[in-house]
C-alpha cells in the first residue's frame, strides 16, 4: 500500500498502543473493579480485582525477566480460561515478548509442529495439562524451562518435563514492581496458529497496535462499558479469546472466566451468569445450543433480559436464537471473523432506521445473517476474477478483508503469499453476499475446513492420511451440519475392488489415530463406489454435503 | 522516548488510521443514518444522511484538489456547526491537508496572526462570516483564493475578497467519485490555536492518528453507540468541535448540528434537543447555565431523563448540575481537557463499586470533580521538582498529560519547549490533585488565561497592552468566577501619581480595543495603589483572586 506523507503533526504519534497499558489503565481507573474465575470444582468462585492482578502481573513480569524472557522471545502456554491466563497475557506482552497460544485440544503432531515452527524457550502449563505437554516433550525442540501452575508446590508433581518452576512461587519471590518500557506497536504479542487447507497450522502474530485497536473497536461496536459484566467462553489458547479480556480491561467492565469448563458443567455456568449479572458474551455455537438446552429443562429459568450473545455460525440457527430470547430475554447476535481478523469484523444489529420498517419475521431473517462491517475494517466481496460483485443480496464471491487487525501475511510460511492482495487484503476462502443495507451473507465455504465445536479440523490433511492407507483409492472428508457440535467431519473412501472384503471403518480410524487428536476423528466414514467430481475432475464437496447433509439430523 | 523493539507481527500495521475511514465506513454500514442541522431561521433543519453527505464530500475533495489543493497544504475554514463545516472536516483530511481552524471570535490582530503563522493557500468561509474574513484581508499573506459558502451564489455577494469560489457550485460541478489515497497516520489533519500565556496563539496540529483514536475511545468511555443522537455546541472551529463529528461517523450515531446558534437561540435549540431525542452533548458550562434559565422558565420542560450533558468548568457549578437532574433528569457529567488533549482526559462518572458505598449528597461531592482518567492517557500531579504526590485528596500538584492524543509539542513556537517533559508529558500549568479513587480535581491554573463564555482571554497579553499605555506603572489581570460566563478578566492597574486624576478607565480600554476583541475587553478595572505581591516579587495573582472574588456575585 503506498502512504502519502502529508504535513507533520504536532500530536505524541510516537507514543505506542501496548498491551500493557490496557491493564495498568485498568489498575488506575477501574482498580476495584473484579476478576472472577469459576473454579475446578464448579462449585466455587475466586475473585482479585484488576489492581491485584496487576500487582501480580509486575511479580511475573520479573520472575519471567529473572528467567531470562527478553524482548523478542516467545512463551507458550497451555491453559484454560483462568486469571493466570490472563496474567501471562499481559506480563509476556508487557515484557515485549509473545505470547505462544498452544491448544491442548490438537494432536500432539500439530501442537509439536507449533511450538517447533514458533519456538518458544519457556512453556508455561497448567498441571491439569501436563499430560499434554508431556505428550509432546520428545518432539519438540529449544524449549530450556517449564513453568507448572498448581494449587501446590510443583516439588510434590511427578513429570518428566525439567527443569521446572512453580508459578506462585515465582510470583511471590518477586517484587511487585515493574518500569515497563514503550514496546514497538507492530511487535507480536500473541502468536495463533490457524488450521490451513493444505498441511500445517498457520501461524498469526498479533502486534500490539493490533489487539489493542481491535478491542477498542469491538466495545464501541458491541456496547461494552464500564456497566458490563462479560463472561469468556472462546478459549484463550484460540485467538486470543477474541479479544474479550483485553476489552474489559480497556472499559473497565468486569471479567467472568469459567476455568477449564466444559459442556458437563452447564449448570454450574449459568448459575455463575446469574450471580455475576453477566450482560455480554460470545463463543462457539454449540455451546450456546447445548447451553440452551440446559435451560430448556430448568424450572427457574434464567433471566437474561440484559444478555447478548453474540456468536458466529456458517449458517445461524434461528431456532436457538429465538429460543434464547423466548426462553431467558438474551439476544443472540451474529458476527463473522476467523484466527486472521482478531475475530471481529462485522456485528449484526438492527440499523435504527430499520427497526420501525421491518416485521419481526423479517427481523428475524435479517438476525440469521452476519451483520454489517464493523467501522475501521474494509470488506471486498469479489468474482473470481477479482472483480467486486453488486452489493444485491444475491451475487455471491469470495470475501476479501483488510484493516488495523486484519492479517497481512503468515509467519514464516512459503507458499501462502496468495492468501493477501497486493492491496493489503486476506482472502477469507469463505463465500458470501451482501445484501443493498450492507449485511454479509455466508453461502459457502471454499477453505476446507471442518468447525467442530468451535474448533477446525483439515479435511486435507484427514484426506492425506486416508489416502496412505495402502487399500485406498480415493477419499474426501467434508463437514455436515450436526445438531450438537455445529459440524462434524465425515469421510467418503473408495477402496481398491480387491481389498473390499478386507477393509473396515477401524482400520480407517486407526490410520488417522497417528495424527488426529481423539474429537477429530470422524464417527461416519461411508465406502462408496464413487466420489462425485466436477467438471475439472476436482472432488465435488459441495455435492458431497448436499447428500449427506441430514445425515446427523434426527 | 525509548521504543524497546520485539518479534515482527503478521499484523496489517501499514493500515494507517485515517479521519476518512470514519465517514466512509458510515456511508457504508450507517449509510441512512441522518446529519441534522439547524437552519439560520432556527426555526427549520436540514437533513442528510452519511450515505449523501459522503457523495458531496468527494464531490468536494475533487473540487479543491481542482483548484490546487495538495497533500500537505493547509485549508482555512471559517464556519460554523453546519453540515458544510463537516464536509470540510473529511474532504480536506481525505486530501491529506490540513484544515486550519480560523475562530471568528478572535480579534483581526489574533486572527491574521494564526493564519500567518499556518499559512493556508485557500480560505473557505461561510456568507455570514465574511465581515471576518474582510477584516484580515489585508494582513494576510500567501491566501491564493476564497470559497464562499452560501445560499445564493457567490457572484451576487459583494466582497473585496478574491479571486471567489462558490462553494455550491464547485461540489455540483464534481463527480461523487474520488479514488482516496492512505494517508500517513502522523500526517496533520487539523490545525487548532490555543490562547498562550505568553504572546500569541499557540498551534496545535492534530494527526489522523491523534483525533482518530481519540474519538473511539470517547465513545467507549462516555457509552456513546449507534442508538445514540448527539448535539455539537462546542465551535467546529475549537479543538475539531471536540472529536464529537467524528465519534457519530465512528459509531454510527445520529448527529445534530446547532447552526451558527446563540444564547438568544435557546428555545428553538430545546425543541431541537427534544424533537431529535438527543442523547448526548458537550459544551462550556456557560452555554448549559443560561440553557438552564430557559429551562426553569418553561411550562413544560423537557424529557431529559436519557440524555448526557458532559462539560467542564475550573469550579463545576452543583447548583447547576443538581438544576438539570431535577427539572429535566439529564446528568452533567465533569470531564477535563484542553485544545492541547483533543481534548478529553477524564470522565466522571460514579464507579460501580462506589455506587452502594456513597451516600447521595457524597455522589454529588464527587460528581463536582474532574473524573477518573480514561484508558490510554497517563496523568501525573507532579511538584515543582518534577516528583510526583500522593493521590490522597489533598496534595496539589502539576497537572502532566500524555498519550496518543497528547500534543508533543507546538507547531513551530520556539521558547515553548519547556512546555514538555522529557518522557513525553505535556504540562498543562493546570494546578490539581487526585484522590484515592483517581478522581482529579482542578484547584487552580497557573496559567493566566482567562476563560469567559468558554472562550480564552489572555491576561498576560492583557496586561502588556495596558502596561503601554504611558500613564500605567503596574497591571496585572486576573479572571475572576462570573455568574453567566464563569469567568470575566477584571484588570488591576496602578497609575503614575502624577497622571491619577487624568486617566480613566475607559483610557485602559481605548489601549485595548486595537488588539482584543469587544467581549474580551474588563468591565472591571481598578485603580489601585498596589499590587500584591509574592515572595519572589512576582504578581501574586492567587491573592488578586481571592480579594475579588465575589466581585460579580450578586
Known sequence: MKILKGFPATSNDDYQLN???????????????????????????????????????????NALEGIGVKPGDKVGVLDWNTITHFELYYAIAGLGAVLLQMNPRLSAHDLSYVVNHSKPGIIVTAESLLPVAESIY???????????????????????????????TLISDNKPEYDWQMIDEKAAC????????????????????????????????????????????PAMFHAAAWGVPMLASLVGAKLVLPGAYSLTDMNAILKLMVNEEVTFTCGATTFFLAMLEEIRKMKERPDFSNLTILSGATEPPLAMMKGYHELTGAIVIQSYGATETTPFVTVNKIKTWLE???????????????????????????????????HDGKSVGEILVRGPWIAGKYYNSPGSEDRFTEDGYWRSEDMGMMDEEEYLKLVDRIKDLVKSGGEWISSVDMENEIMRHPAVLEATVVGVFHPKWDERPMALV????????????????????KTFAKWQIPETIVFVDEIPKTSVGKFDKKVVREQYKDIFRT
Chains 1, 2 share one sequence.
Open 190 to 233: 500473541f502468536a495463533c496458529y490457524t488450521s490451513g487447507t493444505t498441511g500445517r497450522p498457520k501461524g498469526v502474530y498479533y502486534s500490539h497496535r493490533n489487539s489493542y485497536l481491535h478491542s477498542m473497536q469491538t466495545a464501541v461496536s458491541y456496547n461494552i462499558g464500564d456497566k458490563s459484566s462479560v463472561i469468556v467462553f
Open 19 to 61: 498491551l500493557l497499558t490496557l491493564i495498568k489503565h485498568a489498575a488506575r481507573s477501574f482498580g476495584e473493579q473484579e476478576i472472577v474465575q469459576l473454579l475446578p470444582s464448579s462449585e466455587e468462585v475466586t475473585r482479585i480485582t484488576n489492581k491485584k492482578v496487576y500487582q501480580r502481573i509486575k511479580c511475573l513480569a
Open 494 to 513: 473408495v477402496v481398491r475392488e480387491e481389498d473390499r472384503a478386507t477393509t473396515s471403518e477401524e482400520d480407517i480410524r486407526n490410520i488417522l489415530r
Open 138 to 168: 520428545d518432539l519438540i525442540e529449544g524449549v530450556e524451562r517449564y513453568i507448572i501452575i498448581a494449587d501446590k508446590d510443583s516439588s510434590a508433581i511427578e513429570t518428566k518435563l525439567t527443569p521446572v518452576y512453580d508459578y506462585e
Open 356 to 390: 420501525d420498517k421491518l416485521t419481526l419475521e423479517e427481523k428475524w431473517t435479517l438476525r440469521a445473517k452476519h451483520g454489517y462491517p464493523i467501522t475501521g475494517v474494509d470488506i471486498k466481496i469479489v468474482d473470481e476474477t477479482g472483480v467486486e460483485v453488486p
